[in-house]
């Protein structure tokens, strides 16, 4: 009995616990090097026999640079309200849109989802061009409203064609129910399908957070002030000059910048699995 229990514990630990261990240290591996990097002095950060693995003599010059002689809480703040913004205004959009092509019938639907999701396809760099001379015309240029509208033009179809296969996966019954007690069709959407369809709803937010956060050619494009840029831009146009490379600083700005997007993956994480066991149970 108890050969059988250590070969069992050895199973496990081969097929299981080195193989989660082997990718958890690769995941975070990335976040170390730019932890380690940005406790080095600059001294330290070109002195090559110094492994960049250890810190020899830990300091927080560069976060106390970012926040004492750089824009950077204000570049947080405004990649936050521009994340948010867009990624509302999209989720509004793709709801019922997705929710129409997966419980509606008219002629031409099948083309018309395809065709969303091939708009998203499209690289921005054909886009950015007609997108500037758009905002300026409408007087937005230099202003974050700028980004909160263009933003949903690429989250838009990508979360409505995720949000149709997703309203396509639920059971049509309690919908159908509703509608013989009197129910409307968008009634029925925001009582029924919506709160079923939550973990699909919490996937497109995560990403259109994600892509809005990470934004990099129209946030340069379209605001060009330094008190209006968002972290990705601010932090490259500012922190890089010519050939001169804040290296520190950009670690730090790095890793700072990615802890509101883990704060969120974290956060919804618990959400995304209540929504799918409260899914599994409703009815």
């Known amino acids: 009995m108890g050969t059988l229990t250590l070969?069992?514990?050895?199973?496990?630990t081969f097929m299981v616990y080195i193989p989660v261990l082997a990718v958890l240290v690769l995941a975070l591996f990335p976040f170390y090097i730019t932890?380690?990097?940005?406790?080095?002095?600059?001294?330290e950060l070109y002195d090559l026999k110094i492994p960049m693995f250890t810190v020899a003599v830990p300091t927080l010059?560069?976060?106390?640079?970012?926040?004492?002689?750089?824009?950077?809480?204000t570049w947080i703040s405004n990649t936050m309200t521009v994340a948010l913004g867009s990624t509302a205004i999209s989720l509004v959009a793709a709801i019922p849109a997705g929710y129409?092509?997966?419980r509606m019938r008219f002629r031409g639907a099948a083309a018309l989802g395809w065709?969303?999701?091939?708009?998203?396809?499209?690289?921005p760099?054909?886009?950015?061009?007609?997108?500037?001379?758009?905002i300026d015309s409408l007087g937005l240029t230099s202003t974050l409203w700028s980004l909160i509208l263009v933003y949903p033009t690429f989250l838009i179809p990508f979360g409505t064609w995720l949000l149709t296969g997703y309203f396509r996966s639920l059971p049509r019954d309690m919908e159908e129910c509703a509608l013989v007690d009197g129910c409307t069709k968008i009634g029925a959407m925001i009582r029924i399908a919506i709160p079923l369809a939550l973990p699909g709803l919490l996937s497109v937010?995560?990403?259109?957070?994600?892509?809005?956060?990470?934004?990099?050619?129209?946030?340069?494009?379209?605001?060009?002030?330094?008190?209006?840029?968002?972290?990705p831009v601010g932090a490259v146009t500012e922190l890089i000059r010519g050939d001169s490379h804040k290296w520190g600083e950009l670690?730090?700005?790095?890793?700072?910048?990615?802890?509101?997007?883990?704060?969120f993956y974290g956060f919804f994480a618990d959400y995304f699995v209540a929504g799918m066991t409260a899914g599994a149970v409703k009815g």
């Open 115 to 123: 065709l969303i999701f091939v708009t998203y396809l499209v690289p």
């Open 7 to 12: 070969r069992r514990i050895a199973s496990r």
């Open 125 to 134: 760099t054909l886009l950015f061009i007609p997108m500037a001379r758009l």
């Open 35 to 43: 932890l380690t990097a940005s406790l080095k002095s600059i001294q």
């Open 251 to 263: 670690m730090a700005v790095a890793l700072l910048g990615s802890v509101p997007v883990a704060v």
């Open 100 to 102: 129409a092509l997966a």
């Open 61 to 73: 010059d560069h976060y106390t640079y970012l926040f004492e002689r750089t824009l950077f809480l």
């Open 205 to 231: 937010f995560i990403f259109a957070f994600t892509l809005s956060w990470n934004e990099f050619l129209y946030a340069l494009t379209l605001v060009p002030d330094t008190e209006l840029k968002t972290l």
